[in-house]
């Protein structure tokens, strides 16, 4: 089936230091959205790119789609200790039915006081 | 904000019984989903349901679980004859539309002894 690699498993940063993760598809993505589960939590969505090459800011975090939409990246400038956890991407057309989510397997995110 | 909930939180049962996870997703939300994650791994998708049926299901969906919506609000997954591989978080989903950020729950953390 269809898979979505994600890199690295784990990152671990000084506070202050810049963070960024990195996906990858083996197909065309029609869109690709990104999450974030805090330790202990549920995933919760931070944003979906839909366009060739478009590239999405939220305060420190910047998001990117690939031209030919098989990967994405997301960064984190400046991380803090709020950022810690897992991010996650997801493929949202997996099966082509109702779509559950496709997840990679996401970059832990340990952050260094 | 709108949520979607889940009770229990956490259940114990012993391998081989049955359980019944529930989750009340958002109101006016159309697809609802449950997710499974094992500890420390992905969160990955068991099934889909829109329009009163399953519209996708994985390979773990297999004929050891079923869902059900029972009223216009509920929507419970069930497990039986439980295995111990099924220790996991369980999470269930919703959304308005095809496609879009899907809103999880805090999950029921299922421990098969």
């Known amino acids: 089936g269809q898979q979505v690699m994600q890199i690295p498993q784990y990152q671990h940063v000084q506070e202050g230091e810049d963070f960024t993760t990195y996906c990858n598809s083996s197909?065309?993505?029609?869109?690709i959205q990104w999450y974030k589960q805090r330790p202990g939590g549920h995933p919760v969505f931070l944003i979906q790119l839909v366009k060739s090459g478009e590239v999405k800011k939220q305060k420190r975090l910047t998001f990117q789609f690939g031209e030919a939409k098989k990967n994405s990246s997301l960064h984190i400038t400046a991380t803090q200790t709020t950022d810690v956890g897992t991010y996650f991407c997801?493929?949202?057309?997996?099966?082509?039915?109702?779509?559950?989510?496709?997840f990679g397997k996401g970059t832990h995110l340990i952050i260094q006081p | 904000e709108p949520e979607v909930t889940q009770t229990p939180s956490h259940q114990v049962t012993q391998m081989g019984q049955e359980v019944i996870l529930r989750c009340v997703p958002i109101s006016n939300h159309l697809y609802f989903y449950w997710y499974r994650q094992i500890l420390g791994q992905k969160v990955e998708f068991l099934v889909s349901f829109y329009n009163n049926e399953i519209s996708e299901k994985s390979e773990i969906f297999d004929d050891q679980f079923s869902v059900e919506r029972p009223d216009g609000s509920n929507f419970t997954l069930k497990i039986r004859s439980t295995k111990l591989e099924d220790s996991a978080m369980y999470f269930c989903?919703?959304?308005?539309?095809?496609?879009?950020?899907?809103?999880f729950g805090d999950g029921t953390r299922l421990s098969i002894l």
């Open positions: 997801a493929d949202p057309y997996s099966g082509g039915g109702a779509d559950g989510l496709t």
């Open positions: 197909t065309t993505l029609s869109n």
């Open positions: 989903a919703s959304t308005g539309a095809r496609g879009q950020p899907q809103h």
